[in-house]
């Protein structure tokens, strides 16, 4: 049986294939940059970011975090040639609404003690201030040995309200 949600992805992917015609890109971003931003449903990368199929690589978590997408981070530039970070977090974004103790606390609380004990030692990343943590997330990879020096790095905030980027640093 398929969910509503599997049947969404199947309709509409047929008709997507059924008009695709980029089956020809090279693996390596053709624009040689990365975005790093939230997982928020609100935001759409390619329309609001203006990136074409194939050009940039999207990294996407809770709250666009830099320490949490470090991973990536290093294999979309030593693997896959890419020369330029884009940072953008955003308004509303729910990493504001809560902190650590309270990840946890829901944790314990709805999944129980084994489940808190396995992620007991886990940094959910939560923010305070919007504009500070973008700054700090910029700060954290141009001080982090693991992003070369002269990769070019700004930091941005999307507003879900208006649909505007503006730059932050
Ligand atoms: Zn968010």
Redesign the pocket.
């Given at each position: 049986m398929a969910s509503p949600i599997q049947e969404n992805l199947v309709s509409k992917n047929a008709e997507y294939a059924s008009k695709f015609t980029k089956g020809d890109l090279a693996l390596p971003p053709a624009k040689h940059y990365l975005v790093l931003t939230?997982?928020?449903a609100r935001i759409d990368p390619a329309a609001a970011f203006g990136i074409d199929l194939g050009d940039a690589h999207v990294i996407r978590n809770?709250?666009?975090s830099a320490r949490d997408a470090l991973r990536s981070i290093i294999i979309s530039q030593q693997l896959l040639g890419t020369k330029e970070i884009i940072l953008i977090?955003?308004t509303?974004?729910?990493?504001l609404t809560f902190s650590n103790e309270d990840a946890h606390g829901l944790v314990k609380k709805n999944l129980g003690p084994s489940a808190a004990a396995e992620i007991a030692t886990l940094d959910f990343l939560p923010i305070k201030n919007l504009d500070d943590a973008v700054k700090g997330d910029v700060e954290y990879l141009k001080r982090s040995a693991a992003v070369p020096e002269d990769v070019i790095i700004s930091g941005w905030v999307y507003e879900v309200e208006t649909g505007k980027v503006r730059r932050i640093v």
């Open positions: 939230c997982m928020d809770a709250g666009g977090k955003h509303g974004c729910g990493m």
